[in-house]
């Protein structure tokens, strides 16, 4: 990865995020939230099903756009419960915890780390 790439993602909060739709098999595109937190790229939301999420499971490939560099990577689900409530109870995740209580958050809030290369 190019290092002015990197640089976006680490300070970019607000990407694009190509999935693989589970059913249809087309590209499917949110504008989400991502963080590099304890040298990981995560991509979080509030409690409750998401598509995207959905579409990871049955195909873990994504693409992370961030202001118009497409970088490839490969998702997986964070369940390590610990890292969960570490990057919730940062400062940088402060939003999440007006839309629900903290340890709602670190059991049931989607949470991805996307790997890249």
Same mark, same amino acid.
């Given at each position: ?13 607000? @990407? ?14 949110? &504008? %989400?939230?991502?963080?590099? /937190? !304890? ?26 756009? @961030? ?14 419960? &610990? %890292?969960?409530?570490?990057? /919730? !109870? ?28």
């Amino acid at each position: 990865m190019e290092a002015h790439v990197r640089r976006l993602l680490e300070t970019t909060l607000t @990407v694009d995020l190509t999935t693989i739709g589970r059913n249809s098999g087309r590209p499917s595109t949110v &504008e %989400i939230w991502a963080w590099w /937190f !304890e040298d990981r790229y995560l991509i979080t939301g509030t409690p409750g099903p998401r598509d995207w999420l959905a579409n990871i499971l049955a195909d873990p490939t994504v693409i992370v756009d @961030v202001q118009g560099n497409r970088v490839a990577g490969r998702a997986r689900v964070v369940d390590d419960l &610990e %890292i969960r409530r570490r990057f /919730f !109870e940062t400062r940088q995740a402060s939003w999440y915890s007006t839309q629900a209580e903290l340890d709602h958050l670190v059991r049931a809030a989607p949470m991805i780390e996307i790997t890249f290369g």
